[in-house]
C-alpha cells in the first residue's frame, strides 16, 4: 500500500484546522498536521505532493442525481440555453441534427423567458425536420411531444403537444425501448461527478425514468476509476413480502431504498405540485396527488417492517399533507418508533411550516433539499413567486430545517441543477429568503458528512479528513478561505485562524476549480500533473 504526503496546503479538518499537510496510506488518511512535522514522513513517503497552496477538503456526495439524463445534456441534449421560442426551436434545430431517431431534449424553462408563450406543433415539428421529439421540461415533469412520437410510440389515445401526469410517465416508459443505450450517458455523468470533486453519487432511478434494467446496468459498471453509486428505486409495494424480495433482487447495499422518485406530486413549474390553495397565476387550479393516504400507509408498512428504508418525492403543501396522513395512518397499524427506525426519507420538500416542520421531526424523517432550485427559480418575479405569489417567500426554509432538528441533506438533482458542490454551498448561503440562509459550513456538511450518515454509512469517520477516515477527498484550488456566516447583520466572514474552525473557500464570485479527486485512495480524476 502506497504512502503519500499531501503538504504545503489547507487541510480542511475538524480535528486539525490548522493542518497543512496529510499523509495517505494506501486506501486510509493516517496523519495530517503542520509542516514542520511534515517534514519527517517525507522521507519514508513513496510520494510526496506540493499542493502549492491547494485546498483540500473531504470529497463532496450527490445526494439526488438522474446519471442519465445528466449524460444526454453533457451530450448534446441540453435546452437549458433556450431564451425564447426562437432559440428553443434553433437549438432543436441544431440537436435534430445528431440525434439518431427521435430527438430527444431536455432543460427548456418558459418561466424564465420574456414571453413564455412555447412553440406550436408544427414549428417544433419542422425544426426536428419532421422526426419524433420528445422535449422535457427543466423540471422533468412535462413534456413537448408531436404526433409522429406518439404514434411512433402506439400512444395515439394521448393529445399531442405539452404533456404532463401520469401520460407524461407514460410517454416516458415507452421511450425506453427507443434511442440508444443509457449506459455511455451514465459514464459521461460519472465522469462529469468525478471532475467536479464528487466521490459518491445516489442515483434516483424509477420504472418510468430510465427503467430497472438501466439501473441494473449501472450497479454492476465497474467503477474502480469512477465515483462510487448508490440507488434508490421508486417503486410502490404494498406488502413486506412484495418489499424484501425487491430489495433482494439489487445487490447488496447497492440500493439504499424504495422510493425516491417515487411521486406524490409533481413540480411548480409544471403546475402539477399538489397545493392547499390554487395556484396563483391558474386560478381553480392546485395540482395533482398521484398517490393516496392509503398507498402511501401500505409502502411505509410494508418498508418499515423489513427495516427497509422508504422515500418519497414531495413538494407542494397539500402534497405533504397527503404524505404524513400516510404516516400517520401506518403509525396507528404498526406505531410510530417503527416508523422512526426506518430513517424514512423525502425528497424537495419545499412548502414546509412549523407545524409540519414538527410533523416530520416526530417520525424521524430526513429531508433532501436542492437550494439551486431557489437560485434558478426564487426572489422577485421569479417562478416560484409566478406560480404561488406571496407563498413563495416562505419556501425552502434551510434554516429552519436544520434547526428544528429534522435530519438535512443536500444536493443538486441533476440535470435540473449543475453540477457543482460549491454552487450548492453558494446558493444555500444567499437564499432569496434571508432567514431561510445557513452557513457555508452547514452548506457543506450537507454534501458529505451529513449525507454519509442519512445513507446509514456505519464507519463514524466517513465525509471527514481525520486520521482513520477513509482516503476519499478532493483537491482545490481556491483564491480565498473564511468562515463565512449567512447572517448579514454581522461581518460577512472572519479568517482568523486563531478561532480554531477550518475554514473554506469563499464563493461569493469565483468558485473552486477541482484539481483532483480521490475515492478509498484511488485517484478517479486529476488536473494537478
Keep these: ?101 427521435v430527438v430527444v431534449g431536455q432543460g427548456w424553462d ?73 449506459e455511455q450517458f451514465q459514464q459521461l455523468a460519472l465522469e462529469h461527478y468525478a471532475s467536479r470533486g464528487f466521490a459518491t453519487v445516489v442515483e434516483m432511478a424509477a ?11 449501472l450497479l454492476a459498471k465497474d467503477l474502480t476509476v469512477l465515483p462510487q453509486v448508490y440507488a434508490y428505486w421508486g417503486e410502490l409495494v404494498d406488502s413486506a413480502e412484495q418489499a424484501d424480495e425487491l ?33 396563483s397565476d391558474q386560478p381553480g387550479h392546485r395540482g395533482q396527488a398521484y398517490l393516496s393516504v392509503e398507498q402511501i400507509a401500505g409502502h411505509l408498512i410494508a418498508c418499515s417492517e423489513q427495516g427497509i428504508q422508504a422515500a418519497f418525492h414531495v413538494i407542494g403543501d397539500a402534497a405533504l399533507d397527503l404524505l404524513l396522513a400516510g404516516f400517520d395512518a401506518a403509525a396507528q397499524r404498526i406505531g410510530v418508533a417503527k416508523l422512526q427506525s426506518a430513517r424514512h426519507r423525502l425528497e424537495h420538500v419545499e412548502m414546509v411550516d412549523e407545524p409540519t416542520r414538527a410533523r416530520l ?9 436542492q437550494p439551486g432550485f431557489d437560485a434558478l427559480w426564487g426572489g422577485p418575479e421569479g ?38 458542490g460549491w454552487a450548492v454551498v453558494r446558493a444555500a448561503m444567499s437564499m432569496s429568503n434571508p432567514e431561510a440562509r445557513i452557513s457555508a459550513r452547514a452548506g ?19 465525509g471527514q479528513l481525520v486520521i482513520g477516515a477513509p482516503a476519499t477527498f478532493a483537491v482545490w484550488s481556491a483564491s480565498e478561505l473564511a468562515i463565512q456566516t449567512p447572517d448579514e447583520r454581522i461581518s460577512s466572514w472572519s479568517t482568523d485562524a486563531r478561532a ?29 500533473d
Design 207 to 217: 420504472p418510468q425514468l430510465e427503467g430497472r434494467s438501466a439501473l441494473d446496468q
Design 247 to 279: 430489495m433482494r433482487s439489487f445487490p447488496t447495499g447497492r440500493v439504499l431504498g424504495l422510493g425516491g422518485d417515487l411521486s406524490v406530486d409533481g413540480s411548480l413549474g409544471s403546475r402539477t405540485a399538489y397545493l392547499r390553495e390554487d395556484y
Design 1 to 101: 500500500m502506497a504512502l503519500t504526503l499531501y503538504r504545503n496546503g489547507s487541510i480542511y479538518s475538524a480535528a486539525d484546522p490548522f493542518a497543512t499537510a496529510l499523509v495517505i496510506d494506501g486506501d486510509t488518511v493516517a496523519w495530517l498536521g503542520g509542516e514542520e512535522a511534515a517534514d519527517r514522513y517525507a522521507a519514508k513517503a513513496d510520494r510526496v505532493i506540493d499542493l502549492q497552496g491547494a485546498l483540500v477538503t473531504p470529497a463532496f456526495v450527490e445526494s439526488h442525481a438522474h446519471l442519465a439524463a445528466l449524460g444526454r445534456s453533457l451530450g448534446g441534449a441540453d435546452l437549458t440555453g433556450a431564451g425564447s421560442a426562437t432559440e428553443l426551436l434553433s437549438l432543436l434545430a441544431q440537436r435534430a441534427k445528431t440525434a439518431e431517431d
Design 444 to 462: 457543506f456538511m450537507g454534501q458529505t458528512r451529513s449525507t454519509y450518515r442519512a445513507m446509514g454509512e456505519l464507519n463514524p469517520f466517513a
Design 110 to 182: 418558459e418561466t424564465a423567458w420574456s414571453e413564455p408563450s412555447l412553440p406550436n406543433e408544427t414549428d417544433l415539428t419542422s425544426a426536428a425536420a419532421g422526426r419524433p421529439y420528445y422535449l422535457s421540461r427543466r423540471d422533468v415533469h412535462s413534456a413537448l411531444v408531436n404526433r409522429e412520437l406518439l404514434d411512433r410510440l402506439g400512444l395515439g389515445s394521448i393529445t399531442s403537444g405539452l404533456v404532463r401526469g401520469a401520460e407524461h410517465d407514460e410517454v416516458r416508459r415507452a421511450l425506453l425501448t427507443q434511442g440508444p443505450a443509457v
Design 500 to 528: 480554531g474552525t477550518p475554514m473554506l473557500p469563499v464563493v461569493d464570485e469565483e468558485i473552486p476549480r477541482c484539481l483532483r479527486t480521490v475515492r478509498a485512495g484511488a485517484t478517479i480524476f486529476d488536473r494537478m
Design 361 to 369: 421531526l416526530s417520525y424521524s424523517i430526513t429531508v433532501s433539499m
Design 383 to 420: 417562478m416560484y413567486e409566478q406560480r404561488l405569489g406571496e407563498r413563495a417567500a416562505t419556501m425552502n426554509n434551510l434554516s429552519a430545517m436544520l434547526s428544528s432538528g429534522v435530519p438535512l441533506v443536500l444536493g443538486s438533482d441533476a440535470p435540473v441543477t449543475e453540477v457543482d
